[in-house]
């Protein structure tokens, strides 16, 4: 259980989830939290957090919370830590909130951190003298390639499916990993989380960088009726952290997820987004079966059309699944205390101003 007392090692602490996770932390007066940084250019494990911290909302008091950043790397043995500082860290941990991962799609970049990085991380917590409670923030998306359906818990981390890329395999694949280990764990699995509330544009971009591309098109192949379940990180770091201060919890596993009912259409978003981009004739949503070859080159004309359009077909398979999750029983745990959640569609009033066109182009060359 979570308490002011508590030590924490929290890893992925310069990412979306994991620096609003540490915000929370520190707000709610926890400061023995070790963070493991990766290391990047010039910049100490210390700078790279305090420039995550400094984003968007108010810097928290940190409290040492730099002097405890430490250099480390999932994809290394011992997660790159030297023998002594992995020692004494191992004396002193109970809660290991788990955040580090690779988001890309190429399959050996994403096993190295997602995978291999999970071992490291079980080797270093059967090592760990307080038998540490091992929190995995994965994702709802490892049920693979299924297709409109509202999933439970039970329906996800599903290795013998189809996956659309290597990230949800991967995730699927540390998720079942942890599982086995014998290890105390608590898995929480988010839908796609948006970066509501931090006015930092490289965020709002890893995400939502293809929404301004699609003004570049007269149609596009996507489902009108296929639901999109989105939550704002803020959100999902709160209920992450409610659910620690629960005991006994019911469960091992939480969707964090908008659910069936709170979820919006790709309808409903391309209709906001017709609006809020004022263009002169809305985009036309043509049903995935109808994008036909000759379809696409009705619509698929110019150069600059097609590279963005062979950028797209990395998530349109995303866009079309019409899954969500079932958060029944994140709400059967917290109870009134669930924090509500805002509108999607007012998430992406705060979020796209953020996000440049060209630079939106740019970041579609990197899958």
Known sequence: MLTRESNILLTGATGL??????????????????????????????????RRLACGRPAPELNGCLERALPGDMAAERLGLPR????????QVDIILHCAADTSFLGRRC???????????????????RDPLVVYLGTAATCGAVEHRCLTEEEGCNLEAAHHNEYTRSKAEAERLLRESGLRH??????????????????????????????????????????????????V????????????????????????????TWGEICAYLDEYYRRPAGLK???????????????????????????????????NMDVVYDNGRLREELGGDA???????SCLTELLPLIDLEEALAASRSP
Not at 238 to 261: E, F, K, N, Q
Not at 339 to 345: F, G
Request: proline share 8%.
């Open 111 to 129: 096993r190295r951190t997602n995978v291999e990085g999970m071992q490291h991380l079980i080797d270093f917590a059967s090592g760990c003298g």
């Open 186 to 235: 608590l898995i929480v699995r988010p839908s796609v989380v948006l970066s509501t509330g931090l006015a930092d544009p490289e965020l709002a971009a890893t995400l939502l960088w293809f929404m301004p591309l699609l003004n570049e098109f007269e149609a596009v192949p996507i489902d009108a009726r296929a639901r999109m379940d989105v939550v704002p990180v803020g959100w």
């Open 17 to 50: 989830i994991g620096g609003e996770l540490l915000r929370g932390l520190l707000a709610r007066g926890i400061h023995r939290v070790w963070t493991l940084v990766r290391a990047e250019g010039e910049l100490a494990p210390g700078q790279r957090l305090s």
């Open 84 to 91: 002594p500082a992995e020692s004494a860290l191992q004396q």
């Open 285 to 319: 949503l043509i049903p995935p079966p109808d994008w036909t070859r000759a379809v696409q080159k009705q619509y698929i004309r110019t150069p600059r059309q097609r590279l963005i359009f062979s950028r797209l077909r990395y998530y349109l398979p995303f866009i």
């Open 339 to 345: 924090a509500r959640l805002p509108r999607a569609l």
């Open 237 to 264: 770091a709160d209920s992450v952290l409610r659910l620690l201060a629960v005991s006994p919890r019911r469960y091992r596993c939480y969707h964090l997820s908008a659910g069936a009912t709170a979820a919006p």
